[in-house]
């Protein structure tokens, strides 16, 4: 691919102008409609290219094939996904992206808001794209590397196959997905019309990285129903809803079990949403360990938690509602040895030293691949996501452009 001229780049660009934020209170399917703005983008650009099935069906998600060009007749139909929203975090909104050519190893200033720095020795991935253009937001929004840089990288995979029929490859399924970043992502995903046998996502970020194992995640969800009465005749009455949940939240250890004090495979309590009055209270944790044991252990202690609390409020009642969010999709991959296998050879023909790593998160391959498709995460180049100090770098995207395509090209060689 020495001599391909890359659209990943241009595309990308594009895409990050689009804004495409999702939101967590929203009901609907997709949660903003203007996740379609980007999806009618991509269908665009895809029927252009001359795939013609490309559609985008009523919630949002895009479908398309590339067809295959090979005679053999039992190559697996390959999936490459990635998603089209971006974090309720930070705005997405008027994203204005900034190349910074030829970086020369100093910090990055951006310029919309000086104070917005990102320093070398904050992201120490930055020490390895010395010479490299940088991608970033101009200070007051992210940037949307997460995931549009596996958009663009998807699409300008795609158009390289179908230009170069000397590459051999089965069948390839597109799928763009909405609502990921409010672990909704597959939530509407069609997996008789996707028709694939594995999959992979390219969201990930580190050069030469694949990542094979995700948390295992669930959501809590407490309501409080205090006692509530006028306070001028509350003595020995009121049992305020707000109070008992701020002795809940009180009960956290502060060293230990939440996201800022631990790191590699351990877990975490995160409450992320409070809201109520002196009547009722509503308090949202997310879950997160690597095992299930481990998941249970924790909804345990902070079910023992509130029960303690609940012990100094007799006029009061708590709810404790635990919902499934996704599992590590590890207990699912090491069925398939050769999903990961032949990604890593891809990676490795590349030119990459290739890198299995965990996830302290999770993608939509996590869903998926309990949905019967097999699918790990591909880096995407992103780094920083979810915050105004995001960056990518056109040389890492293109990269990941050559991995796409090897990856298509080992199935087809093994198969």
Request: aromatic residues 6%.
């Amino acid at each position: 691919m020495e001599n391909y001229h890359y659209t990943a780049v241009d595309r990308f660009l594009r895409y990050v102008q689009i804004d495409t934020q999702s939101d967590p209170q929203s009901a609907t399917n997709p949660s903003t409609e203007k996740q379609k703005d980007l999806s009618r983008v991509l269908v665009q650009e895809l029927l252009d290219m001359g795939i013609a099935d490309a559609e985008m069906d009523e919630w949002g998600y895009v479908y398309a094939t590339v067809p295959a060009n090979t005679d053999k007749p039992n190559v697996p139909t390959i999936c490459f996904c990635s998603h089209v929203d971006t974090s309720p975090d930070v705005t997405g909104a008027g994203v204005k992206p900034i190349i910074h050519e030829r970086w020369n190893g100093t910090d990055i200033s951006l310029p919309d808001d000086p104070s917005q720095q990102i320093r070398v020795a904050d992201h120490p991935d930055l020490s390895h794209q010395l010479g490299n253009d940088i991608i970033t937001a101009s200070g007051t929004t992210l940037l949307g590397a997460d995931n549009k840089a596996g958009l663009a990288e998807i699409m300008d995979a795609a158009q390289y196959l179908l230009t170069h029929p000397d590459v051999k490859h089965g069948r390839i399924r597109l799928l763009f997905t909405p609502d990921e970043e409010v672990g909704r992502g597959t939530e509407k995903v069609d997996m008789q019309k996707l028709g694939a046998d594995f999959g992979y996502t390219i969201d990930g970020e580190a050069l030469g990285t694949l990542e094979d194992e995700t948390f295992s995640a669930d959501a809590v969800k407490i309501t409080i129903q205090g006692v509530s009465t006028h306070p001028g005749f509350a003595k020995g009455k009121l049992e305020n809803a707000l109070k008992i949940a701020a002795d809940l939240l009180a009960t956290l250890p502060k060293n230990a079990l939440s996201p800022e004090t631990t790191e590699s495979k351990e877990g975490f309590v995160h409450p992320t949403r409070m809201e109520g009055n002196q009547d009722k209270a509503v308090l949202e944790f997310i879950i997160r360990d690597f095992t299930e044991t481990g998941l249970q252990e924790k909804e345990t202690y902070l079910q023992n938690q509130l029960n303690e609390v609940m012990t100094y409020y007799p006029g009061s009642s708590a709810q404790f509602v635990v919902k499934e969010q996704y599992r590590n999709m590890k207990d699912v991959l090491d069925q398939y040895p050769a999903v990961v296998e032949n990604a890593l050879e891809a990676i490795r023909r590349s030119g990459l030293s290739a890198q299995r790593r965990s996830i302290r998160g999770g993608t939509d391959g996590s869903r998926l691949s309990f949905m019967g498709l097999p699918c790990p995460n591909i880096f995407a180049g992103e780094h920083a996501f979810h915050s105004r100090q995001e960056w990518v770098s056109v040389q890492d995207m293109q990269k990941a452009v050559s991995v796409i395509v090897n990856v298509a090209q080992v199935w087809e060689e093994r198969s």
